[in-house]
């Protein structure tokens, strides 16, 4: 049975596409990391259940439309229409480290320690907040929550094995959380 702590919210399914139970489906995750995925998990009635892509096409920069194994008609896909799409955390950790920070998804994240390029630790990544133009890191350290961009050209490196982040922040930044 697939946990909600062994998954990572990368997605929601749009609307049918035709009526071929074809779907389409906002990703935030690029086509080279979508392929390699083994399935797609959505929660269905309360339980997490593994799907099947057959073919995946780029419809936009982060919509695609999806054959999914199973579901052969416009009316068989509608199920799936405004469910979140996960992908399981171990795919994601079997990737080579020197991956692009911008192969992940930002709630992949979540759990990562954070440190400044100086080597000072900031805190850990609890939460990241999407509902702005520019994405943010919610840190919690001493009590204390403290937000950062997360922004590809800030991060310096990630390391897999230790859930840490480096992060190059410009100066005086963490001041402006105080």
Do not use: W
């Amino acid at each position: 049975m697939i946990k909600r702590e062994e998954l990572i919210a990368i997605g929601h399914y749009n609307k049918p596409h035709g009526v071929a139970g074809e779907i389409s489906a906002t990703i935030d995750v690029d086509l080279e990391v979508l392929q390699q995925l083994s399935c797609l998990v959505s929660d269905m009635d309360g339980i997490f259940v593994p799907f099947y892509v057959n073919s995946c096409r780029p419809k936009s920069s982060e919509t695609f439309l999806l054959t999914i194994d199973g579901f052969n008609s416009e009316k068989e896909v509608s199920r799936l229409v405004n469910r979140d799409i996960f992908a399981l955390k171990r795919e994601f950790q079997q990737e080579t480290e020197d991956a692009d920070a911008d192969g992940y998804p930002l709630d992949f994240f979540i759990g990562f320690d954070l440190q400044d390029s100086d080597g000072t630790r900031i805190g850990t990544i609890t939460e990241v907040d999407e509902q702005t133009e520019n994405a943010i890191f919610i840190i919690s350290r001493d009590d204390e929550e403290i937000m950062v961009p997360a922004s590809d050209d800030l991060i310096v490196e990630f390391d897999l094995d230790k859930k840490l982040m480096v992060m190059d922040l410009p100066k005086g930044l963490l001041d402006l959380n105080g």
